[in-house]
């Protein structure tokens, strides 16, 4: 049943691409497809975790679609269930937002077509059980997408975003198909049920992880393969963003896991430390990253990168433990890392949605440009505050669980047998807990500088609240970051069958302990309850409202702010975003990006305001990309003499790849 209602809502996503080359370029016509989408992907989700809270058996269904002797098999295990849920509860509160925020949008028939097709394609690839199926799915996630980054395509900047997009895609397509090409064997069964039958060698599964880090890690944004994340995601019109950063990237996810955790057979010991090693610098890098930005929308995309690393700390956490024979410190860690991705999913979604509020009341991407807009938009700031609290890992919300839970598996590292790990491990833990607090100090600017002080611009005064729509999105986003934070066990015991598929084993019954508190290991070892820190937040801070209130001098003095010993009254006496991350640019930059400050001081008398220039680099594009597409326009300027060969020529080159082909074949064992 399950599967018949995925791939009905399949159908009716694909539908609706139909219907709005009929209707999109209306008001009504837009309000229908994106309204269709909210309702198709609400009855999918509500599927799926019907299907994940085990009320179903696993469905199976072979179509005659595809490749003539294969078929398109389509299943939906434990695994796929749970990124179903994750797909369709982000194309959900997209699609209510979009409700409004379509309404803003100048060009709307270079979205709508390709919207519904997107998130129909990550269903399929979730729910597609055969090789073929995965990447022609995969192949659609992918142009659909870069369709939409490209939407506002008279911009020179999104043009160049979108071509190093499908670059990258290309490659991790093409990464993906030789990883499907070793699992499936010398026999060619491209189904998932035959690859799980076939024995690897040691190399051919070692060159299976290999490809899979590359095909889905360039998806997910794995340091060095993030480039095209940073230009993608902010070019795309907001809502798409959320589903960029909020939702392709956890179907990448889906894709190692199924490859490495499901179809590759038993990790290698030395899998968790390749994993991990890469995990580490993608997560302290992603933030890093994310400081030097003033760009709202690009300062996020560059927070998917570091929450991409500790996602993969817990996979890499889960390999290292599997393969040393620990199945429920994996189970700890592989619980973190689904979770993570399920958190993840909610509060970068909430937080694109509302940098999507405030660039539709001002118009602008800038934190530069931004301030006080708390008081003009009150329920964007506070909703976008929850993001916020939730993605910095703070109790009592749903961000500090599960980075909590990837801490403690961290502290069964000792028990490991291997040397490198035991080393590597903390190693691991300590660029996690960097993370965390350089990710504190990132939301503390994004939040500081956007919503308070004044408005810098009048774009910034004018602006006013966001439409209903918008705003039901991202309550309800906020709220499952509430719900997630302070009851995690309901969540924890859903995420039990997919890991007991997959690592052998699961967590304790969190349903079990009393309080609603969650216990990792041994209550003996550590224990967190969200509802209880929760309440003790909110009676801690009325009374301190009440007594401040009761116990204050009823006498209003007034006076002037604290200026720094400034009095102009200019807002841009405030801090900025620049301004804010000195400190830690100064520390980190200079070493990593190469920060350069370039400060202009006029001499007393003159009357000219002193300018403060910042030029920061990227090292990877610099040293990996940049040679890499120099080499390539240089290929290309050499290919494209064969243009203007003559028919002689042209002749001789067929005569000679003919010949060598024969050799090949004559050569061949």
Known sequence: MTLVIAQSAIAGLFALVLLSFFVGRTALGRGVVYGGSLLICASAGTAALWQLLGNDPTPELTLPLGLPWVGAHFRIDTLSAFFLLVVNIGGSAASLFALGYGRHE?????????????VAAMSLVVIAADAFTFLFSWELMSLSSWALVIAHHESRENLRAGYIYLVMASFGTFALLFAFSLLAGPDGGYAFAQMRDTALSPTSAALVLTLALLGAGSKAGLVPLHAWLPLAHPAAPSHVSALLSGVMTKVAVYAFVRIVFDLAGGPQWWWGMVVLAIAGITCVMGVLYALMQHDLKRLLAYHTVENIGIIFIGLGLALAFQAYGMPLAAALAFTAALLHVFNHSLFKSLLFFGSGAVLAATGQRDMEHQGGLIHRMPLTAFTFLIGCVAISALPPLNGFVSEWLTFQAILLSPQLPSWGLKFLVPAVGALLALSAALAAACFVKAFGVTFLGRPRTEAADRARETDR????????????????????GIFIDALAPVSETLVGASMPLQSQIPYFSIVPVAESRSSYDGLLVFLFMVVSATLAAVAIHRLASDKIRRGPAWDCGYPDSSPATQYTASSFAQPIRRVFGTSIFRARERVDMPPPGDNRPARIEVDIEDPIWDTLYAPIGIGIQHAAGVLNRLQFLSIREYLGIVFIALVGLLLVLALWP
């Open 469 to 488: 729509f918008s705003l039901a999105a991202m309550v309800f986003l906020a709220s499952l970051c509430l719900l997630a934070g302070i009851l995690p």
């Open 106 to 118: 100048d060009a709307p028939m270079r979205v709508l077509p390709f919207y519904p097709a997107f």
